[in-house]
């Protein structure tokens, strides 16, 4: 079913149902962006659909939505612990389609990758609906019509504004009650093309790749600052932290916290032993990570191609590059043979 509203009908529903339903979506922060004078575009909950950044791709993803960056996992005294109770209400997230597709990847990771989904991971998503927003235009660094990550099908509604009225697709039966208006015909914008393109070799020898001289330029290029597993929508590492109270050694909270493949300290074993001490070696490993490794797990390459990486590196490094690097060497060796 397909609807037009105003937006005022929209920030009324919106209001309307805040008790049920938390919106969350892009904002713009002004000031608040990696250079001077430039803003940063990241999720935050909504209270009209005018405070929603549409134009422009965020810096930050949803998947903070299901992952926080900070997490407390449990408090714990003497012989008791307690897990935090969440909100309640369910979230409506509003997101493109490579972040959709991007979920979905994390979704293999913390709901299908053991004998259990993972409790805390499991109890946020349960609560999100999905509401897509369309692309008008691909943006800069995107390569997401390679990776076919430019369309899904798995959205509960579906959101597009166009002089002063709201279109809705309403797929979910959920809202069909709620979102009430004017029949409309639209259709959600999916790009069919990318400036940036990126090919991925058909099969590939690992320890040779590893072995190439080409990860050597990030040794001195990469400055291991994180920035890119941060902006992510696919990367899920995390590391733990305890916070012990200082009067009472005995009582105290657990944490889980992003963490970041690329910085150094983040493959030290215990005993002292560190697998990619090299810059290089970091950025190789995220980006085979990305290209190659979670397919033979789970299929699909985990990257989804949305280039946020790209767009906040300080030291200017694409993923893209690297990746069609590396099946440039692939296709090299292969000649040799
Ligand atoms: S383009 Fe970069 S940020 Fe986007 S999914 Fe791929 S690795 Fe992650
Ligand atoms: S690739 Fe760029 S964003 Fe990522 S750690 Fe290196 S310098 Fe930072």
Redesign the pocket.
């Known amino acids: 079913m397909k609807i037009k509203i105003t937006t005022q009908e929209f920030d009324n529903i919106i209001n309307s149902i805040k008790d049920k339903y938390k919106v969350i979506a892009p904002v713009s922060i002004p000031y608040a962006g990696q250079y001077s004078d430039t803003d940063v575009i990241r999720y935050e909950e909504v209270k009209s659909i005018n405070e929603i950044e549409f134009k422009r791709k965020s810096h930050f993803t949803a998947k903070e939505v299901v992952m926080p960056v900070t997490e407390t996992l449990f408090y714990y005294t003497e012989g008791e612990y307690k897990i935090p109770t969440i909100d309640e209400r369910k979230m409506l997230v509003f997101m493109r389609s490579c972040d959709v597709n991007g979920l979905h990847r994390i979704d293999n990771v913390y709901l299908k990758n053991g004998k259990e989904p993972d409790y805390y991971y499991k109890r946020l998503r349960d609560k999100v609906k999905i509401v897509l927003i369309g692309c008008e235009q691909s943006f800069r660094n995107c390569f997401c019509v390679s990776f076919g990550t430019n369309t899904t099908e798995d959205y509960s509604l579906g959101v597009k504004v166009n002089k002063g009225d709201v279109y809705i697709e309403i797929k979910d039966d959920e809202f069909k009650d709620i979102f009430v208006g004017e029949k409309a015909d639209f259709n959600i914008d999916f790009v069919t093309s990318n400036d940036v393109k990126v090919t991925l070799p058909e099969k590939l020898n690992p320890l040779e790749v590893a072995e190439a001289e080409l990860w050597r330029e ?1 040794d001195y ?9 941060l902006s992510c929508p696919t990367c899920s590492c995390y590391t733990m932290q305890d916070i012990v109270s200082r009067e009472n050694p005995r009582c105290g909270e657990r944490r889980r916290v992003g963490a ?1 493949c ?2 150094p300290g983040f493959s030290l074993m215990a005993g002292g032993h560190d697998v990619r001490v090299r ?1 290089g070696d ?2 190789r490993y ?1 980006t085979m990570h990305k290209m190659y490794d979670y397919g033979e797990r789970f299929g699909p390459q985990m990257c989804i191609g949305c280039g946020r ?1 790209d767009d ?4 200017y ?1 694409s993923i893209s590059t690297a990746m069609n690097k590396v099946t440039q060497f692939v296709k090299s060796k292969q000649r040799e043979e």
Do not use: K
């Open positions: 990030y290029r990469c400055i291991a600052c994180g920035r890119c597993n970041s690329q910085i810059n970091r950025m995220r990486c906040v590196c300080p030291q490094i």
